[in-house]
């Protein structure tokens, strides 16, 4: 099947050499007209990759239809726990992973195809996917990436000339994705679930010395995924994100963000903020994303518990880890939301002040991201303007310029600070909608402006200055859809 490429991906596929209970050898699945919509240069380059310069051999890559020399594609599996539900066997059923590059820093990631065609683990879905979400998670990834957050990469999307039926018939496509790893908390649960302690030595060994190399066993690997988990739930809140379906299968080893699917920012902020068209009850909501997190932590460390030989010291040891998540989340969080407020000491009551605020935001449809670029400008009294009530704004801004009193730095530090930390311009949806709708009508312009506008999210840029701007009524959108 695969023709000859002059690509060459410096690959060293180590998951590939874990135990065939791990995943099924599975190549992608030729797709009909490959064409390439969007490729990440730099990207590739970061990880010492050689495309090809001709185009429509670069789309062959990305579709699957070609394989680079030293690919060892696979599907992985895993189980997890979908909106509280247990399912012992889930897996890759739209994804082939190629294998593992190493770039040349010696960093490692994963080079994925997502929309590869059928796999052992498809159950009833066809293995594809179609160009809204493949554009959403690319968009929005990249965004995440430029907003310094931990996650998988965008490193191209073709379309594949191929028709996939959802609710309609609609353009098919693939997305490379490229990962730290796509070892999630679901894989270990796929190996507790069977006693293969085995598996779980080898799947634990792996992710210490791929993720934590520090880490002495699997106490610490606990330990080490919970704060990353901390930290990059403190994050996602900072800039409004809401994950939509933290699955236990869709949150990584590694700490990155994973599984673009119903995601979306908040405009308007309120912490009951629910996007997802399946997520019935707020489970997902965005301040319910710490209690999720420490959900899916427990179950990491039920999997974990497993390759403990003493069960009860092991059940003492892991509760007080998972236990000890809160503090840890409250620490990044209140360090997150510090900086968005240009404190560059910590005081006691300062996430008192930052809660206060937030209240009155969430009491006044103030929108997130630009409340907080007003408070980073010269004139920070214009974020009244995002207030129904302004006075309800002035309240609190009063004591804000008290505590600001009693920092050290001049204000013009602390609003380039502030503004490196707040940025100007998120992946809004009613724009990520936008640019799906001309794309599926042909027109990739907008998919392009609104990658410019997202690369350097903290700088003020005129000429993007519209994708600051919440939606317009009649532009809002308040659902999303996993898109699968
Ligand atoms: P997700 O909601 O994207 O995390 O997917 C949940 C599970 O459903 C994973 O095991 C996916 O591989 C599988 N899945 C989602 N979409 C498809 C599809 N079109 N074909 C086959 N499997 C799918
Ligand atoms: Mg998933």
Excluded at 328 to 338: K, Q, S, T
Aim: hydrophobic share 45%; glycine share 8%; net charge negative.
């Amino acid at each position: 099947m695969p023709n000859a490429t002059s690509a060459h991906f410096p690959f060293d596929n180590s998951y590939a050499r874990l135990p065939d209970r791990f995943f099924t050898r599975q190549p992608p699945s030729p797709v009909t007209a490959p064409g390439l919509v969007a490729v990440n240069r730099a990207l590739a380059d970061r990880l010492g990759l050689t495309l090809p310069t001709d185009e429509a051999e670069t789309a062959r890559i990305f579709a699957g239809n070609t394989l680079p020399a030293g690919a060892a594609p696979l599907a992985q599996v895993y189980a997890g726990h979908q909106f509280g539900g247990w399912s012992p066997q889930l897996g890759d059923g739209r994804a082939v992973l190629l294998g593992e590059v190493v770039a040349p820093d010696g960093a490692r990631f994963d080079i994925q195809l997502k929309g590869a065609g059928p796999t052992p683990y498809s159950r009833r879905g066809d293995g594809r996917a179609w160009l809204g979400p493949v554009l959403r998670e690319y968009i929005v990834s990249e965004a995440m990436a430029a907003l310094n957050i931990p996650t998988t990469r965008a490193l191209a999307a073709v379309t594949t000339g191929d028709i996939v039926q959802r609710d309609g018939f609609l353009p098919g496509a693939v997305f490379t994705r490229v990962a730290a790893s796509h070892i999630r908390v679901g894989t270990f649960q796929y190996f507790a679930a069977r006693k293969d302690i085995e598996a779980l030595q080898a799947l634990s060994d792996h992710c210490i010395a791929r993720h934590f190399p520090q880490a002495q066993g699997p106490a610490d690997l606990l330990d080490a995924v919970i704060g990353a988990q901390a930290r990059l739930i403190a994050q996602w809140m900072g800039v409004g994100f809401v994950h939509g379906v933290m699955n236990t299968d869709n949150m990584t080893i590694s700490g990155e963000t994973i599984d673009y699917g119903p995601c979306a920012f908040l405009d308007a902020y309120h912490p009951d903020t629910v996007f997802s068209s399946i997520d019935q009850f707020g489970r997902y909501a965005y301040a319910n994303q710490p209690q999720i997190a420490v959900w899916n932590l427990a179950q990491l460390a039920t999997a974990l518990l497993t390759l403990i030989p003493d069960r009860e010291a092991g059940i003492e040891m892991f509760t007080a880890a998972v236990n000890g998540f809160a503090a840890r989340f409250d620490a990044e969080w209140h360090g997150v939301l510090r900086a968005k407020l240009g404190l560059g000491t910590a005081q006691p009551d300062d996430p008192a002040l930052a809660f206060d605020l937030l209240a009155r935001m969430a009491d006044n449809g103030a929108d997130f991201t630009r409340s907080f670029r007003a408070l980073s400008g010269a004139d920070p009294r214009q974020a009244r303007d995002e207030f129904i009530d302004p006075t309800a704004f002035d309240a609190w801004f009063a004591t804000w310029q008290d505590r600001l009193a009693q920092e050290g730095a001049g204000d013009a530090a602390r609003r380039a600070r502030m503004q490196a930390v707040n940025p100007a311009r998120i992946a809004r949806n009613h724009r990520v909608e936008q640019v799906i709708e001309a794309a599926v009508a042909g027109d990739l312009a907008p998919f392009e402006t609104l990658m410019a506008a997202l690369a350097h999210p903290f700088d003020e840029d005129p000429a993007h200055a519209a994708y600051a701007d919440p939606p317009l009524d009649g532009e809002h959108v308040t659902r999303t859809f996993c898109g699968t």
